[in-house]
């Protein structure tokens, strides 16, 4: 089976964030924690991106957005729901716009609980988010596998 | 004749591999200079091998095709130059290539893409002159475009085409996507066009142009080898210690600057080629 633990690219995604988890998930960018040496990049494009991290609720408004930035990402994703807000819906939670976590819309995979999230948090999510993308693509291929080998006792 | 094939072949074989090790120092060096930790050196390989297991989603079918025609031409430049042919020949195949690269972006009809492509036509205006004086600063020094002949004079060229030399290394940040010049796509997290040209590659399309990139750095980087070697083998040491300090000159360059302007990159671009690579040509011109 491929390792393609050593490469995870990150998509930051802000929902209805006060923006302190953002700045947080920036921090684990900045000199002090690095996520770079992990291989972790932040980047813009969900076509490229391995990892879907929200930070905030969802809202009404938003909510078309994330589901859409989900889908274009291509097999093996992982979700990694950043801060309470994300989590449950946080202090936002009974406001009349708000939905609530990121899982109302989407599956999500690693919750990283905090308000706001502290870097050391976000990295070990993010970490627990690269084992599962490796299972995730363990699994595909296995599935294929057997759906092969079927298909050739079959014929 | 049997050095140039097996130059040739050594070149189709490895230089994704020296490529793809000379990006992995470069984003190390980078890290380092940001007073980080960074990378493994090895970390392109693995985005590549990432990048191949991925689900391949792409907006238009005719995106693969086009973008392996890229790489193809981009490894036929290098082939070209490393058996010892027509330097001119190799530039012009490298703009088709560059062309390429272009269609495969327009296609996908994606605003983000395609203002990126327009501005990776911008570059190639911006580079192409210095690069075809180049050629021709080597054949007025020369008196041929052969590279195998300009490569087995007995003296560098580097003594007669100084001005030359800065121009292209000049243009090189500009062909190696570095910052101040990295106006079509970056190779830093966000920008203001997301990816630009790249922004609707994903997966296996990604990692072909990721590839053909590294193609094409070690052909650049065989240029600027061939103003420091001469017919003597020491000059080969040469000819890489300098590829070594320029390299590392342009991930100083990108680190220790911000991006600028399209119309910017244009005037300055063209302002070095024709102050340095022109009075050059000129002097040249006169001693001759």
């Excluded at chain 2, 190390?28 to 493994?40: E, L």
């Excluded at chain 2, 180049?134 to 002949?149: H, K, Q």
């Excluded at chain 2, 062909?175 to 990295?182: A, E, I, L, T, V």
């Excluded at chain 2, 240029?223 to 080969?236: A, E, H, K, P, R």
Aim: aromatic fraction near 10%.
């Amino acid at each position: 089976m491929a390792n393609i633990k050593k490469s995870p690219w990150v998509l930051h995604y802000d929902g209805s964030s006060c923006n302190g988890c953002d700045i947080e998930v920036l921090a684990c960018l900045t000199p002090v924690y690095d996520a770079e040496r992990l291989g972790i990049i932040n980047t813009g494009d969900p076509m490229q991106a391995d990892i879907f991290l929200i930070t905030g609720g969802i809202n009404s408004q938003n909510e078309e957005t994330v589901r859409q930035l989900y889908e274009q990402m291509p097999r093996p994703k992982v979700v990694v729901a950043v801060g309470v807000c994300a989590c449950t819906g946080g202090v936002f939670k009974d406001c009349y716009n708000i939905k609530g976590g990121v899982d109302t819309v989407i599956p999500v995979d690693v919750y990283v609980p905090g308000c706001a999230a502290r870097p050391q948090a976000i990295i070990d999510g993010l970490a627990q988010g690269i084992e599962i993308f490796q299972e995730r693509l363990d699994e595909h291929r296995a599935k294929k596998k057997n759906e092969k080998s079927a298909k050739g006792v079959s014929a | 004749m049997k050095t140039g094939i097996i130059l040739m072949i050594a070149y189709v074989l490895l230089a994704p591999f020296i490529g793809g090790f000379l990006e992995g120092l470069d984003r190390k060096i980078s890290a380092r200079m940001q007073r980080r930790v960074g990378p493994p050196v090895l970390q392109p390989f693995y985005d590549v091998k990432k990048l191949l297991n991925k689900q391949t989603i792409s907006v238009m079918t005719a995106q693969t095709f086009l973008l392996i025609t890229y790489m193809v031409l981009m490894v036929l430049t290098g082939a070209m130059f490393f058996y010892g042919t027509d330097i001119l020949m190799c530039f012009f195949v490298m703009s088709t290539a560059a062309t390429f690269l272009y269609f495969a972006s327009v296609v996908t009809s994606s605003p983000y893409s395609s203002i990126g492509a327009q501005r990776e036509l911008i570059q190639m205006m911006a580079y192409e002159p210095a690069v075809l004086l180049t050629c021709v600063g080597f054949y007025l020094a020369a008196g041929t475009f052969n590279v195998s002949e300009i490569a087995s004079h007995d003296m560098s060229y580097i003594l007669q085409l100084p001005g030359f030399f800065i121009a292209f290394v000049f243009i090189l940040t500009i062909k190696m996507r570095k910052s101040p010049f990295d106006v079509s796509t970056s190779h830093h997290a966000h920008q203001e066009l997301i990816k630009g040209i790249t922004t609707e590659m994903g997966s296996k399309n990604l990692a072909i142009f990721q590839i053909t990139e590294w193609y094409e750095n070690v052909f650049v980087m065989g240029v600027v080898g061939l103003f420091f070697i001469n017919s003597s083998i020491t000059s080969i040491i040469g000819a890489i210690a300098a590829i070594l300090v320029v390299y590392f000159l342009e991930v100083l360059i990108d680190n220790s600057s911000a991006r600028v302007k399209w119309a910017d990159m244009l005037k300055i671009s063209w302002i070095v080629t024709l102050f340095s690579a022109g009075v050059n040509l000129i002097i040249l011109m006169i001693i001759r």
